[in-house]
């Protein structure tokens, strides 16, 4: 058992570090006080191939592994949580449902330029009364062919897209979007979700409004209006009926992601805590030296390493093609939580310093807590977990 990075996953780490740290952290601020997502920085990644890590070569992407794009995630997020969702959300959301269910042309057309950085990608499954029940989905695709068939898989015609979509990662920056819609009734009366692919110019689509939010400032996050959006057969992605499947599928790619951005985050709140605990003075000595603050700091550094250990056990399992679902909820919910209390330690360790904006771990806690929400709360892992424990339908 070999718990070193090797060589290539080693300067990933590293040049990821030092880009964020050099070219990246002096900007934060000003992006995070305007609200302003950034631009600039989302084409450099792209040109330096990080949007698209895990996709093989031949489909636009870097060819690296999901370790690989776990560790670069957590890079990110430990100096900014916002780009780190960024590409988190554009990399398993908007790359990912292409990569799995994509035809050769579909890649060639829009999974090609994602992976590559040209155009950013996103994910519309929320919606305003749908978030975890994704089978309570009311956007609705509605088959417009010749004469008045059905649906042929080939057949002339398209579909008529009209609803909604809520708390959606980049939108309004997405040049692509992938979004889940009911296609019909199954025989026992369960919704039948199928998935689409939608092109942001697309007539009759356009964003509502970006949302105000607790954290994450310069990441985009809004609601999606479809109001008559006439799109060809060949954007239905994967067969009909499938978007449900191909969801999970996701999300459980997804979950991988986020437990990620998590732990940067996290790492993030204890890279600032330490520096501070050691020089900060108080009855003639450094913080760090009394017991309480000495406790806190040990409880950070030691639910990190565990928060690492299992994000990265997740990734290393979807590699070897193993089933990974349950790790990546466990390491997900495990991950998201740490995050939240490390941070919140972090804001204590600084005291009243912690509470302003002067320092970031103010920051850090406001962007740890869309960890324990997005990609299915915490309540839903612990959901996944305890069905797949108990083998038993746990509601």
Not at 195 to 203: E, G, H, K, R
Not at 369 to 390: C, H, P
């Amino acid at each position: 058992m070999d718990f070193d990075l090797d060589s290539e996953h080693q300067l990933l780490r590293q040049t990821v570090r030092d880009f964020m740290e050099k070219e990246v952290a002096p900007v934060i601020e000003e992006h995070e006080r305007e609200h302003r997502f950034p631009v600039e920085i989302v084409k450099r990644l792209g040109e330096m191939g990080w949007l698209g890590i895990p996709i093989p070569e031949d489909e636009g992407g870097a060819g690296m592994d999901t370790l690989a794009y776990a560790i670069a995630v957590e890079e990110i997020g430990r100096v900014w949580g916002s780009l780190g969702l960024i590409v988190a959300a554009h990399t398993s959301l908007g790359c990912g449902p292409l990569h799995l269910a994509g035809t050769k042309e579909q890649k060639d057309r829009y999974l090609v330029p994602m992976a590559s950085g040209k155009v950013i990608g996103a994910y519309g499954l929320t919606e305003p009364g749908a978030g975890s029940d994704a089978g309570g989905t009311r956007t609705t695709a509605r088959w417009e062919g010749e004469g008045a068939g059905d649906f042929e898989p080939g057949g002339a015609g398209e579909w008529v897209i009209d609803g909604s979509k809520r708390f959606i990662t980049n939108a309004g920056q997405a040049g692509t979007y992938i979004i889940t819609a009911r296609t019909g009734s199954k025989d026992d009366g369960n919704a039948e979700i199928s998935a689409f692919i939608l092109p942001a110019d697309t007539p009759g689509f356009r964003v509502v409004r970006i949302e105000d939010k607790l954290g994450l400032h310069a990441s985009a996050t809004g609601e999606l209006a479809f109001d008559r959006c006439r799109i060809p057969a060949e954007n239905l992605l994967g067969e009909r009926g499938d978007g449900f499947r191909t969801f999970l599928k996701i999300l459980d790619g997804g979950r991988i992601s986020i437990g990620a951005l998590a732990l940067g985050i996290a790492q993030g709140a204890y890279d600032a805590s330490i520096p501070y605990a050691q020089t900060r003075q108080q009855f003639g000595k450094p913080i760090g030296s009394f017991q309480g603050v000495a406790f806190m700091i040990a409880d950070m550094a030691t639910e990190i390493e565990a928060a690492r250990s299992m994000v990265w056990k997740s990734a290393w399992l979807k590699d070897q093609g193993r089933d990974y679902s349950l790790v990546a909820a466990q390491a997900k919910l495990f991950a998201s939580e740490v995050s939240s209390r490390v941070t919140n330690a972090a804001i204590q360790v600084h005291g009243g310093y912690g509470y302003v904006t002067e320092y970031p771990v103010e920051r850090y806690l406001r962007d740890a807590k869309l960890t324990e929400i997005g990609e299915g709360t915490s309540q839903v892992q612990r959901l996944v977990i305890a069905r797949r424990v108990l083998g038993l339908r746990v509601g």
